[in-house]
T-cell receptor, first 113, second 114 residues
């Protein structure tokens, strides 16, 4: 079974802190994704990575950056956390063949106070 | 641009009732379509999928048929259980768009009561 793990289930940070969210997958997938989930908005793509050290902005990249130094690990960084970044963050990795299913981690609920 | 619209929730049903959650999409070409489910406190799990017109995806008693003529992918289940209480997301993967990004609907919360 594909496994996608995220470093924390719950995080509470203060405004202005630098925050790291870690995601690890064990299926040798090339593509990995970070989404945020907000009520009534569904999931919105923040960043994705199609290979080690390769990344592209998604739909809402402002205030975030990412790092992919190893194939299995994809990190989301909040350079200076703000209260409007309080949300559920979901990581996913994707298989390379049809139907290109994405496998999700359990999510990190981040609260910025 | 490509988008997914699904019915607003919450949907509240009694156990053994029939479930329909509507999903329509806007996309060019032939996207792949998915239903994901999120149980309380968990991440998303793929429930079912369809990759071409008239395909029927099915899993755990849930079904959805890819209807290109109506651009729809409605989720149905004949008899829901309390354990089906969750949030359901309809999603599409554009046929062209590089790196196979998923576009999600807003989600529909289902609550099933005994």
């Amino acid at each position: 079974d594909v496994k996608v793990t995220q470093s924390s289930r719950y995080l509470v940070k203060r405004t202005g802190e630098k925050v790291f969210l870690e995601c690890v997958q064990d299926m040798d997938h090339e593509n990995m994704f970070w989404y945020r989930q907000d009520p009534g908005l569904g999931l919105r793509l923040i960043y994705f990575s199609y290979d080690v050290k390769m990344k592209e902005k998604g739909d809402i990249p402002e205030g975030y950056s990412v790092s992919r130094e190893k194939k299995e690990r994809f990190s989301l960084i909040l350079e200076s956390a703000s209260t409007n970044q309080t949300s559920m963050y979901l990581c996913a990795s994707k298989e390379q063949h049809l139907p290109y299913e994405q496998y999700f981690g359990p999510g990190t609920r981040l609260t910025v106070t | 641009g490509d988008s997914v619209t699904q019915m607003e929730g919450p949907v509240t049903l009694s156990e053994e009732a029939f479930l329909t959650i509507n999903c329509t999409y806007t996309a060019t070409g032939y996207p792949s379509l998915f239903w994901y489910v999120q149980y309380p406190g968990e991440g998303l799990q793929l429930l079912l999928k369809a990759t071409k017109a008239d395909d029927k995806g099915s899993n755990k008693g849930f079904e959805a048929t890819y209807r290109k003529e109506t651009t729809s992918f409605h989720l149905e289940k004949g008899s829901v259980q309390v354990s089906d209480s969750a949030v359901y997301f309809c999603a599409l993967m554009p046929f062209s768009g590089g790196y196979n990004k998923l576009i999600f609907g807003a989600g529909t919360r289902l609550a099933v009561h005994p």
